[in-house]
């Protein structure tokens, strides 16, 4: 299957990309303003640099996840590697983590540099081909650099939430003009926050998209991703739920989301399993005409 551009929902996401950086913008200059530039950009550049390097390492450690070796998982990195060669993509590390949630997710700054892993709880719950379709949708957001996307968008948003959370141990100085400045970063940052909270979670749905089609276009198999959604969907409801506690901070990078309540489901990183599943059989059915 050709590797084709929906150019409908690109130019969806280049319209929420556009907010972020609009967003961003008046975001550095009212810090800049109140907090003095010099601060803002060594803040904002040391944050930046550590979320760069470190984010998938990081990833892999709040999963307890390892990377393992091809005499470990031998099917695992036998198919890690055929789905790389049709995907015109260098083999990324691989790497399990022992949880009895069944999900998948890719990390990484770059092709290059990109780790794919996938739980216990998944090895033991697809099929060969339904283990397939996932791998390939996280091989389509390495090759989307997804990861590297998704860090530049948050990472200010992060920022935000983090003077929102702490502002205030800064926001009783000397003088009252200082303080009055730190009330106004603080009020800023978290109309930033909440407002990027939303274009972010609506950038995340759209790229998982994105990756759904790329993931299809990898395999020829629109079918095997259909069908790997609806059976970990359906094995969400059988894992304990402490498990499911445990795992839920890392729900943008799964292939799946865990959701417990209505308000999860609003603001959830992915679109609905159903609206995923109908467009994966729309393309099969295009494939067969």
């Known amino acids: 299957m050709e590797w084709k551009s929906d150019w409908g929902l690109r130019g969806r996401m280049v ?23 010099f601060g803002v950009v060594v803040v904002m550049g040391l944050f930046s640099l550590g979320q760069f390097f470190f984010s998938d390492r990081l ?64 090895l033991q719950t697809l099929d060969e081909e339904e283990l397939e379709g996932v791998l390939a949708h996280e091989l389509a957001h390495v090759k989307n650099r997804d990861v590297m996307v998704m860090t530049i968008a948050s990472f200010l948003s992060t920022i935000a939430f983090m003077i929102v959370r702490w502002g205030w141990l800064f926001g009783g100085g000397r003088n009252r003009q200082g303080g009055g400045g730190m009330i106004v970063a603080v009020l800023v940052s978290l109309v930033v926050w909440i407002v990027s909270f939303v274009l972010i979670r609506t950038l995340s749905r759209y790229r998982e998209y994105s990756a759904d ?30 498990d499911l506690r445990e795992q839920s901070e890392m729900n943008a990078f799964f292939v799946i989301p865990i959701q417990s309540d209505f308000v999860g489901r609003i603001f959830s990183t992915h679109p609905p399993t159903e609206k995923r599943v109908e467009r994966l059989r729309e393309m099969a059915g295009e494939m067969e005409r």
Do not use: W
Not at 15 to 37: D, E, K, N, P, R
Not at 85 to 91: I, N, R, S, T, V
Not at 221 to 239: E, F, H, Q, Y
């Open 15 to 37: 319209l929420t990309m556009f907010l972020l950086f609009a967003l961003y913008i008046v975001f550095i200059a009212v810090l800049s303003q109140y907090m003095g530039l």
């Open 59 to 122: 990833a892999l450690y709040s999963m307890g996840a390892k990377e393992v070796e091809e005499s470990e998982y031998p099917q695992l990195h036998a198919t890690v590697g055929r789905l790389s060669q049709q995907a015109d993509l260098p083999k990324p590390t691989v790497a399990v983590a022992d949880t009895r949630v069944p999900n998948a997710f890719a990390t990484g700054r770059s092709p290059s540099k990109s780790t794919v892993c996938v739980t216990q709880g998944l």
């Open 213 to 242: 089609r790329g993931g299809a276009a990898i395999t020829g198999n629109p079918s095997a991703l259909a069908s790997a959604l609806l059976t970990i969907s359906g094995r969400m409801d059988r894992v304990p739920k402490e």
